[in-house]
């Protein structure tokens, strides 16, 4: 996947039907989260949830509406 994002966040996402996360977009701006990001992917595969207020970062936030 590749293009520009409007926003300088990053992206973290189940993809269901291969069972794996993907976290992208953590380039430039978004690199000082590369920690959090890090522990949500970490919660993401070991409990299928995350603790934190993660669904900002879903990249259904991009579709038109």
Known sequence: VTGVQTCALP??????????????????HAFKFSSVIGEIMADLA???K????IDFLNITRLEEK
């Open 50 to 53: 995350s603790p934190l207020p």
């Open 11 to 28: 992206i973290c996402f189940p993809v269901t039907i291969y069972k794996v996360y993907v976290a992208s977009g953590c380039s430039g």
């Open 46 to 48: 070991m409990h299928g």
